[in-house]
């Protein structure tokens, strides 16, 4: 079974520069996740989508940050513009849901975003 | 507020040796607790996932337990060896797959 496909790995803009992130998700996982982990902390959920609808963006910055998620599948994450603070791991999940019951998360490999 | 706390920020063994790593949780309203492996560079490999009615989860050397009342979780690694060095991730679903996670725990196993 594929796992969560990012791109790019790696990507370096400089401040006020807009990127953007491709996730795609194990093939029949409902839902996605976009997380944004800072170096030595752990991972902040930005936005989970369930198909094609979004369950909570509560910690996304929407004036600077974007996402969506086509078909219920593919999804992406802009950043424009985009500030040093936003230096970090942009990290993509997926997992299966059903009515009673949480399963595994499983993660990509992560976009590492480097802002000058 | 709901937090995630992970003890110790960082850990380093003897390889063979026997370790637990901590995780507190400030809602015992939860749904699951999963527990990840992140190697340098890399995004994150599920370990154990524990439901909110189970007490514990096992797989090989790895050992979970979930105490819901008290807000605490523990990962027991067994006969450590020096791949077993990484960060060791606790999360948190406290609310509709929303995971909160902890700093983590660096661990190094020396042989």
């Known amino acids: 079974e594929a796992g969560v496909a990012q791109s790019p790995r790696y990507k370096i803009i400089e401040k006020r520069q807009s990127v953007a992130f491709w996730c795609n998700p194990i093939s029949g996982h409902a839902t996605l996740y976009w997380y944004q982990q800072i170096l030595g902390q752990g991972p902040k959920l930005l936005i989970q989508?369930?198909?094609?609808?979004?369950?909570?963006d509560s910690q996304l910055p929407k004036d600077r940050f974007s996402a969506e998620r086509l078909k219920g599948v593919d999804s992406t994450l802009k950043i424009q513009p985009a500030k040093l603070e936003d230096s970090a791991v942009y990290l993509c999940?997926?997992?299966?849901?059903?009515?009673?019951?949480?399963?595994?998360?499983?993660f990509g490999p992560g976009t590492r975003l480097t802002v000058t | 507020k709901q937090e995630v706390t992970q003890i110790p920020a960082a850990l380093s063994v003897p390889e063979g040796e026997n370790l637990v790593l901590n995780c507190s949780f400030t809602?015992?309203?939860?749904?699951?607790l999963q527990w990840f492996r992140q190697d340098p560079g890399k995004g994150l490999t599920s370990l154990l996932l524990i439901q909110s009615s189970q007490r514990e989860q096992t797989s090989g050397r790895l050992n979970a337990s979930l105490d819901k009342s008290s807000g605490r979780s523990t990962l027991y690694i067994a006969a450590s060896q020096p791949g077993d060095s990484a960060t060791y991730l606790c999360?948190?679903?406290?609310?509709?797959?929303?995971?909160?996670f902890g700093q983590g725990t660096i661990l190094t196993v020396h042989p």
């Open positions: 989508f369930q198909n094609n609808g979004v369950v909570d």
């Open positions: 999360a948190v679903d406290f609310l509709w797959g929303k995971l909160t």
């Open positions: 809602d015992s309203a939860i749904y699951n």
């Open positions: 999940a997926s997992s299966l849901v059903s009515s009673g019951r949480r399963y595994e998360q499983y």
